[in-house]
């Protein structure tokens, strides 16, 4: 059972322009969710977080939206840069600050930046 | 400040052997959490380690297992291993056992053959 889905494996965007990465969750126990980048030989580097509680979280470049109602988020970058190419994890927990947390991730979603 | 490292980068086993990983976590940090990735996959958590105990576990069975020592570095035991067993196996450190961002490492890339 997928409780968190990326259902696009991949997404070509131009340089300079938007890139939006999408994450559905069946699970309404999650209460907090994280974004992950991933460069090929190097580990999950944790790139943006948003609790339940807000719809929006930005960071620079990096501004998530969740959708509590829908059980969606999306991570938006702008603009996009070569140097963001990599492979986009989200990740779910239900709840941090309540005892040992177990991060459940989707499949990943492979970013290209074209120049 | 080092980040979360892991030992080795690379290991090659038979079928049926042991397997020892290792992870120091991030400076400051006290529980660590294993992960493995299969490929095209995202990670699937394992275990998380404090005060040397296993606090949570994924579903995964017996032939997995921990330790966490007084200084906060773990080890990740597989025995009996299997073909499905290859994997990229990460660990990651938190801050503390309810922190909500982990920190992970490089990695440490498991071949069984």
């Known amino acids: 059972d997928q409780q968190v889905k990326q259902n696009s494996p991949s997404l070509s965007v131009q340089e300079g322009r938007i890139s939006i990465l999408n994450c559905d969750y069946t699970?309404?126990?999650?209460?907090?969710f994280l974004w992950y980048k991933k460069y090929p030989a190097e580990g999950p580097t944790f790139l943006i977080s948003?609790?339940?509680?807000?719809d929006k979280n930005e960071d620079g470049r990096f501004t998530v939206f969740l959708n509590k109602s829908a059980k969606h988020l999306s991570l938006h970058i702008v603009p996009s840069q070569p140097g963001d190419s990599a492979v986009y994890f989200c990740a779910a927990s239900e709840g941090p600050f309540q005892g040992a947390q177990k991060l459940v991730f989707g499949q990943g979603t492979r970013l290209t930046i074209n120049p | 400040d080092a980040g979360v490292t892991q030992s080795p980068t690379h290991l090659i086993k038979t079928r049926g052997q042991q397997v020892t990983l290792r992870c120091s976590p991030k400076?400051?940090?006290?529980?660590v959490s294993w992960y493995q990735q299969a490929l095209g996959q995202g990670p699937q958590f394992i275990f998380q380690?404090?005060?040397?105990?296993?606090?949570q576990r994924g579903n995964f069975p017996d032939r997995f297992s921990g330790h966490q020592f007084p200084n906060y570095s773990s080890e990740l035991n597989v025995n009996a291993l299997l073909l499905g067993d290859s994997a990229l196996y990460l660990c990651?450190?938190?801050?503390?056992?309810?922190?909500?961002?982990?920190?992970f490492g490089q990695g440490t890339r498991l071949t069984v053959v």
């Open positions: 699970n309404s126990m999650f209460d907090y």
């Open positions: 990651a450190s938190s801050l503390y056992v309810g922190a909500p961002e982990a920190f």
């Open positions: 948003i609790s339940s509680i807000k």
């Open positions: 400076s400051g940090h006290d529980t």
């Open positions: 380690y404090y005060e040397e105990e296993e606090r």
